[in-house]
């Protein structure tokens, strides 16, 4: 099944942009060929539908609960109460002598004795590692038949979950409704479900509908702390996850869902994760009806990133702080198996986005992610990053549609506070070419405070925005304090309006070659890309630089021998080589500072585009007529890329000056080399020229 998404209709339709597009398609299966990665995996999960949309956000009920779960240790229980409120402390004296008659000692066993949908579980405070739930898998469970992921665990169906709900879970919620399950701490850290790197998930929900989890911790697996799968209605209260290998909270195909309260921290990829979240507004532009889970109140920090969502469709995400991770926040179309792509309609309002510049991949190059998860000191502080990440950003949109930013607080990031770059779809396993180009439209950031904290102090970004310069309807707000490109669509006063706009169904190409190769990252295989400066490249390891540098010595050494045998004897062919000169050595230096927003780029596309024309026109007048207008257009066109990226971006183009002027430049090459070597009496009546003649 096809769970592509249809953008809605744009008015002005594309007729007019048919041949554009067809090229622009033409390019992305180029560049799929030419590149063929495979498909990327994350996170990888037995097939879902979406939910139906009949729940609702479960409400949180008090009284007394139905079922109580504590440990035998009195004397530790006492220790671990004595600091509470005298009335806390009081009930939970009264809950603990009611379940040393009559409770449990894991919260597995209160689970398995739920025998109605809306029962309450009260777990007092203590360390639950669960014991009877960890043995290695015996018997029929040992023995199921199931695909691996790439990661290694089998990916079970539902039914074999209930069979050996134990393989991968510490704690399994299977087909429960409306369940409860809550701390009785005065803090979440009173109640402490530990996976101790023994299984995939501390807690799972799966086809629980109705699912309320409240004031506790959960923590150190191999894969999720508190997972909830193919749930319509779920509350996350409260909650602290920590010390995972992959996400801290993970909710996936889910409907009618509410974090709220939450934290969490140490996550190789990302804190809060509300992956494949309900599709319900596929198809609409900005307004809509509701959102289909709402995160509120949350901080996640010092992860890889605080926040995550391949297919993380029609999230609100409000009121939230995500700081200190490598990345504050990111929504994604980059990943196979994902009900709802390509993501779509997240809204993110009033959250704190800040000093998101922790760099986790050392801990990669140093062989410290390659130890037993137990052994890597997650709980000193080490992260193992899972994909690859640009550390020092605040927002990542990698494939997203629809999205709005407003009124959010995005400083202190090192890189940028916006990044938004297209993920073609062959990314995400889908080929047809009238797909290639469907992710990056429509995203609006406006209204967002950018480079200063709530107290208006000056804490700056790198830049503000980084922008692949692909997708329709994309604007920002007015005022960026430094971009790329070097100016943006600005959005209108209400949603939807443009006061300029955008229709790139390709990136700029040095952008697309840098993605594709800091998308090269593998922790198990301990690969980090060379040419990428996400994990630490600098200078002439850059692979931006690298293209500049090998596109500098190719034009100059033709440019060189091209004055040599024809342009010397004219003062405008020598001003323009020597302009064209300093126009390359400036686009070599400008590209190894792509964290600092100069004009040096576009100055260096000036001067080489003035190169190009003045040598054109003397070569138009002495012989060389077609290649003296071939060149001239290569110079319009350099100059075009100038404007394109400094002044404005020109609207309704479907492939950027920068792709055709690459284009055009190898077939110059390609005919200025001939060119210039041969030896005719043109040529030479033009050496002989007096000087100047040629102007």
Not at 177 to 202: C, F, H, P, S, W
Not at 338 to 348: K, S
Not at 619 to 640: A, D, E, I, Q
């Amino acid at each position: 099944m096809s769970w592509t998404r249809r953008l809605p209709a744009v008015p002005g339709g594309a007729p007019g942009r048919r041949c554009g597009a067809a090229l622009a398609a033409a390019l992305l299966a180029l560049i799929g060929l030419l590149l063929a990665a495979p498909a990327a995996q994350a996170h990888e999960e037995r097939p879902v539908t979406l939910p139906d949309g009949s729940g609702s956000v479960p409400r949180y009920r008090t009284g007394e609960p139905d079922l109580v779960v504590c440990k035998t240790d009195r004397a530790d229980f006492a220790r671990r109460i004595a600091a509470f409120p005298e009335d806390l402390r009081r009930r939970n004296q009264a809950l603990f002598e009611r379940c040393a008659k009559s409770g449990f000692r894991h919260i597995q066993q209160a689970v398995d004795a739920v025998d109605r949908p809306g029962m309450n579980i009260a777990v007092l405070p203590g360390l639950y590692q669960e014991e009877p739930s960890l043995p290695a898998p015996a018997g029929a469970c040992a023995h199921l038949q199931a695909r691996n992921s790439a990661l290694g665990y089998q990916i079970l169906s539902y039914a074999q979950q209930v069979q050996c709900p134990h393989n991968q879970n510490l704690v399994a919620v299977l087909g429960k409704k409306d369940l409860q399950i809550e701390g009785t701490g005065a803090a979440r850290t009173d109640v402490v479900v530990d996976a101790a790197y023994r299984k995939l998930n501390a807690i799972r929900a799966d086809e629980s509908d109705g699912v309320y989890f409240r004031n506790l911790t959960a923590q150190r697996t191999t894969f999720n702390s508190l997972y909830i799968l193919a749930g319509d209605g779920f509350v996350i209260d409260d909650v602290l996850t920590r010390w995972n290998d992959e996400y801290g909270f993970l909710t996936f195909a889910g409907d009618h869902g509410l974090y709220k309260n939450c934290e969490s921290y140490g996550n190789g990829d990302s804190g809060i994760y509300p992956g494949s979240a309900s599709d319900i507004n596929d198809g609409r532009g900005y307004d809509v009806p509701r959102h289909s889970i709402e995160i509120t109140g949350c901080r996640s920090h010092h992860n890889m990133v605080g926040y995550s969502g391949t297919a993380g469709d029609s999230v609100w995400a409000h009121d939230n702080e995500f700081d200190h991770n490598m990345g504050g926040a990111s929504m994604d179309s980059a990943f196979p198996g994902h009900p709802g792509l390509p993501q779509n309609h997240a809204l993110f309002q009033r959250n704190l986005i800040h000093d998101n510049n922790a760099d986790y991949y050392p801990y990669v190059a140093d062989g410290t992610c390659a130890k037993p998860p137990a052994a890597r000191g997650y709980e000193r502080g080490v992260v193992c990053p899972q994909i690859s990440m640009p550390p020092g950003t605040g927002v990542i949109t990698a494939g997203g549609n629809w999205n709005v930013y407003e009124d959010n607080w995005v400083y202190g990031n090192h890189r940028a506070a916006f990044f938004l770059s297209a993920v073609p779809a062959y990314i995400r396993g889908e080929e047809a070419w009238s797909k290639q180009a469907d992710t990056s439209h429509h995203n609006r950031y406006a209204g967002n405070h950018l480079g200063v904290d709530r107290s208006g102090a000056p804490r700056p970004n790198g830049m503000d925005v980084w922008w692949d310069g692909q997708g329709r309807g994309n604007c920002w707000q007015s005022g960026p304090d430094g971009s790329t490109p070097g100016t943006l669509p600005r959005c209108g006063t209400a949603r939807g309006a443009l006061s300029g706009g955008s229709a790139r169904l390709i990136g700029e190409p040095v952008k697309l070659a840098q993605l594709l190769v800091c998308a090269d990252y593998n922790v198990q295989a301990r690969r980090l890309p060379a040419g990428c400066d996400w994990y630490g490249a600098r200078g002439l390891a850059r692979v931006e630089t690298q293209i500049a540098l090998a596109a500098a010595v190719v034009l100059g050494l033709v440019g060189g021998v091209l004055w040599w045998r024809r342009l010397r004897g004219s003062r405008l062919g020598t001003a323009a080589t020597v302009l064209g000169a300093a126009g390359l050595a400036l686009d070599v230096a400008g590209s190894t500072t792509p964290l600092v927003h100069t004009a040096v780029p576009a100055l260096a596309l000036l001067l080489t585009g003035a190169w190009w024309t003045g040598a054109g026109l003397v070569l138009r007048r002495g012989g060389r007529p077609w290649l003296g207008w071939t060149t001239v257009v290569l110079g319009g066109l350099t100059l075009l890329d100038a404007f394109d990226k400094a002044v404005l971006m020109i609207p309704w183009i479907p492939v950027g000056p920068a792709w055709i002027r690459a284009l055009l430049a190898v077939v110059w090459v390609l005919w200025a080399v001939p060119a210039a070597a041969r030896h005719d009496g043109a040529a030479a009546a033009h050496r002989l020229r007096p000087e100047g003649g040629a102007a």
